[in-house]
């Protein structure tokens, strides 16, 4: 029996049905805690070491053939839906929830916050650093350039870079090499 194997069934048993963890993934010193919330990780994904998935309250779904490097941050807290085949590079910090702090008079904490949630679609990358805020839908097939940090809805198949991140191009399409 592997580490990997080891630790999926440690972390079945200490969270008995909070935390189900699917065929043959690899998860490598990583921290996956589900505190009041579930977190589901589909088959064959890889965790490498340093990374954190934390559903604090809330729910983290992911699905087959998922890649999360070292010291990257996946938070659940209003509901993480990631789809199959997605790559997330290190670094990067996934937030589905966000602090108010429009009275000046109450403490930030104290505050209400908005838990939009995350959608993140099949067959996206999401380069090193990236930032992913409450409410935002990464649309199937996209790219976020390293740094970017993403708001809102994209476009399927979408290149986006920037903060706020943008797009630039779509995958597929031909370039004009006048530009």
């Not at 198949?157 to 779509?170: T, W």
């Amino acid at each position: 029996m592997t580490l990997s194997e080891l630790t999926a069934i440690w972390l079945r048993l200490r969270y008995r049905n909070r935390v189900t963890i699917g065929q043959r993934c690899r998860i490598l010193g990583a921290i996956i805690d589900p505190g009041k919330g579930r977190i589901a990780i589909g088959k064959r994904a890889e965790i490498k070491q340093g990374a954190i998935i934390q559903a604090i309250d809330g729910s983290v779904t992911i699905g087959d053939h998922f890649s999360l490097n070292p010291y990257s941050i996946l938070y659940g807290s209003g509901g993480l839906t990631i789809g199959d085949w997605v790559r997330i590079a290190a670094h990067v910090v996934v937030i589905p929830a966000n602090h108010g702090f429009d009275n000046p008079d109450v403490p930030i904490k104290m505050q209400p916050e908005t838990r939009l949630g995350v959608v993140i679609e099949d067959d996206v990358w999401i380069g090193a650093g990236a930032i992913v805020l409450d409410g935002a839908h990464i649309s199937r097939g996209c790219v976020i350039g390293a740094g970017s940090v993403v708001r809102g809805r994209t476009d399927p198949l979408g290149i986006y870079v920037g903060s706020p991140a943008r797009k630039v191009a779509v995958r597929g399409e031909k370039k004009d090499p006048a530009i």
